[in-house]
Each structure stands twice: as structure tokens, then as C-alpha cells.
């Protein structure tokens, strides 16, 4: 149960991602999602460290281990955001309800033209959230992210929406390039999106509250918009059955500002209101935890913890 989650295999591989794209396409969404109740069995059988992760999500959310229903009601909302993903990025919104919260907030934030960090997490679907920024190209959409982890899947998404493959910023680039580009971002006042619950593995982490025990989250997000210096805002694309999501923006803080002598603390404050906000959602919406790993002890082995290379190029230029 403490394997890290890079070590865990792409969810499906290569042929049964592009089938389930074919079906999609060819025959629709409603028929399509006939195919994950195969899916969901398949999954709960076959991956079980996966399914020993997800029953101790419930643990902690509810008190007592999660059933065997609630392990596969939770792969099934995960199954389903996947297949979803192939419509909003072929089709956009269209035939999906989506309704939002906080987004006048946001739009405060991006007319001051500086740009906004959105912060999000593996919850829900992110996928609401680029077919939305299509529709509206004022503002522009930079997503920052690991296309390595994932490679048949991004390379679906890209095949769909080729378009976007512009707004993606890939990790496996070097720290200075990344920083950079993100710095054109802000300045051109754009929505730069990273997810905040994962970290890489010798990434340097933050211990904070969540669910009752202290979880690791990545301290790279707040340094990033600590030298940025730009507003964070949680985003999340809560998944709520059928072709329902409620796409919440939250503001978490006006601007990163990570004394020297206190940046340490700084950061707990920081990445601890994030994992609070979190909890707060996912017990109102519990089956969009889509973190399949042992979360509260995947940690890197002691005395090999370090700054990943785009946090590090962060923090130097904020210093």
C-alpha cells in the first residue's frame, strides 16, 4: 500500500482507450457507457492495490472500510469522467449540464489582466474546465502536466482536440523553460492550471490535516505562484452522475508570499487551508476521489526529498 503512485501502471493501455473512443464516437454516449459496467468488474478484480486504496479512502471519510458497492460506485464515477473526456474535447458541452460556482470571482481576478493559478486536484474531471475555456478564448488556457504518466491517454486527447495540445505544458521539460513560460503566461493574463495533490516522486512535500491524518501535498504549486505573483484559486470539475458536473472556483489566496525565515510554515499555512478545501468538497461529493494509491504514505524515501526542477527554478527566481 505504499508504493508511490508513478510506479502504478497506466490505467486500460493503448487498445482499450482508442476501443472505448471508437464506441464513443461511433455509437454515442449513452451506449457507450453500457460499457463500464464490464469495466468497473474488470478493475475491481484485477487492481488490487488499487481497490485496497479505495476502501481505505472510506475508511477515513466514513469511519469503517468501504463496501465492495462503494469501491465500485467510486471506479464507475472514475470510468465514467474518462469516457466523458472524449465528448468534452470532441464535442464540447454539448448534451452535458454544468453548472458553476464562484466563477464572477475568477473573472475579477482574470480582468486585472495579471492571470490566476488555478489549483485543482485527481478529483473530478479538469476536462469541464478546458471545454469551457474553448468557448471562451479571451482568456487563455495553460495546463501544466506529466504527459509521460499517461501517454495513450494524452495521446487520444490530443488526437480529439489537437487545438489544445498548445495549452499543455509538459514537465518532462526543464525547470527554466517551464518557469518561463509560465511567467508569459501571467503577464498575458492567462488561467495556468496544476494540479496540487500529487507529487513527484523526491519531490519536496508538506504534512498537512486531511481526513483526520497528515497526507503529503506538494509545496512546487505555491512556490510556482509565490514567484509568479498571482492569485490561486481552487478549481474543481465535481462529477455528480449522468451527464452532470458542477465546476467550482474558490479563491485560496490573493498572492503567495513565502517569507524567508518563516517559508516553511508559510507553505503548511498554505497547502493546509488547500487540503481543508478539498476534504470540505469531497465529503459532499465522496466518489470523486480518483486517487487510486495509498495517499496518506506514498512518500519518498528519507534524505532524498528535493525541490522538483520547475519549483526549484521557482524559488530561485522568487528569491
Not at 464540447?92 to 464572477?104: A, I, K, N, Q, T
Not at 498575458?188 to 512535500?205: F, N, S, V
Not at 481526513?211 to 474543481?236: H, K, N, Q, R
Request: one cysteine or more.
Amino acid at each position: 500500500m505504499t508504493e508511490h503512485w508513478q510506479s502504478r501502471p497506466e490505467a486500460g493501455g493503448w487498445f482499450a482507450i482508442w476501443l472505448i473512443r471508437f464506441i464513443g464516437l461511433h455509437f454515442g454516449r449513452p451506449f457507450a457507457r453500457l460499457f463500464l459496467y464490464p469495466i468497473t468488474l474488470y478493475f475491481y478484480f484485477r487492481r488490487g492495490p488499487e481497490r485496497r486504496a479505495a476502501r481505505d479512502y472510506f475508511r477515513r471519510l466514513q469511519g469503517r472500510p468501504g463496501t465492495p458497492w462503494q469501491v465500485m460506485r467510486l471506479i464507475h464515477a472514475f470510468a465514467s469522467t474518462i469516457l466523458d473526456r472524449v465528448f468534452l474535447l470532441a464535442r464540447g458541452l454539448d448534451g452535458f449540464e454544468v453548472s458553476m460556482r464562484g466563477v464572477e470571482a475568477l473573472r475579477s481576478r482574470l480582468d486585472t489582466g495579471s492571470g490566476v493559478l488555478l489549483l485543482g486536484a485527481h478529483v473530478g474531471s479538469f476536462e469541464v474546465l478546458r471545454a469551457l475555456a474553448a468557448r471562451q478564448p479571451q482568456h487563455k488556457l495553460k495546463l501544466v502536466m506529466d504527459k509521460a504518466k499517461t501517454p495513450a491517454l494524452t495521446a487520444l486527447l490530443e488526437a480529439l482536440a489537437p487545438e489544445l495540445a498548445d495549452s499543455v505544458l509538459d514537465t518532462a521539460r526543464g525547470g527554466p523553460d517551464i518557469v518561463l513560460a509560465l511567467s508569459e503566461a501571467a503577464r498575458e493574463g492567462a488561467m495556468i492550471t496544476l494540479l496540487g495533490d500529487r507529487g513527484r516522486a523526491h519531490e519536496a512535500m508538506r504534512m498537512v490535516p486531511f481526513f483526520g491524518e497528515d497526507a503529503p501535498f506538494p509545496a512546487a504549486p505555491w512556490l510556482i505562484a509565490s514567484a509568479l505573483g498571482v492569485p490561486v484559486v481552487l478549481c474543481l470539475g465535481m462529477y455528480r452522475g449522468g451527464s452532470r458536473y458542477d465546476l467550482v472556483f474558490e479563491p485560496l489566496a490573493e498572492r503567495v508570499v513565502l517569507p524567508r525565515e518563516q517559508r516553511g510554515a508559510a507553505l503548511d499555512a498554505y497547502v493546509g487551508h488547500y487540503a481543508a478545501r478539498l476534504e470540505h468538497h469531497l465529503r459532499e461529493a465522496p466518489y470523486n476521489w480518483f486517487n487510486f494509491y495509498d495517499f496518506w504514505h506514498s512518500l519518498p524515501e528519507p534524505g532524498a526529498i528535493r525541490l522538483p526542477r520547475v519549483a526549484l527554478a521557482a524559488s530561485q527566481r522568487a528569491r
